[in-house]
């Protein structure tokens, strides 16, 4: 059984910064692609960023320049630097991850940006 784990969101003032955690445990032989996707009330859900196992990474458009995608395959675990937010980067934001060649989501941690 493979758990998925996040933390570090929260409430943060415009222009602020968050750094969120997500890690796998449990039977993991591999893991290959791990990122993360939001979701804002009333809308749907978008790919934030993703990053391979060798590094190789894919951020969206809207967070770019602002936020850094990284992993510590050591641990399991990958990080989201958030930087410079808005209060339109409000949203649930979710991990997952490509373990043993299928994909694990975790619960979702909110982030609010808000003065």
């Known amino acids: 059984q493979v758990r998925i784990v996040e933390s570090g969101g929260g409430l943060v003032q415009p222009g602020g910064s968050l750094r969120l955690s997500c890690a796998a445990s449990?039977?993991?032989?591999?893991?290959?692609?791990m990122g993360w996707y939001r979701q804002a009330a009333g809308k749907q859900r978008e790919l934030v960023a993703i990053i391979s196992s060798g590094g190789s990474t894919n951020v969206a458009d809207s967070v770019k320049g602002r936020f850094t995608i990284s992993r510590d395959n050591a641990k399991n675990t990958v990080y989201l630097q958030m930087n410079s937010l808005r209060p339109e980067d409000t949203a649930v934001y979710s991990c997952?991850?490509?373990?043993?060649?299928?994909?694990?989501w975790g619960q979702g941690t909110q982030v609010t940006v808000s003065s």
């Open positions: 449990g039977n993991i032989f591999s893991i290959y692609h």
């Open positions: 997952y991850a490509e373990v043993n060649d299928s994909w694990y």
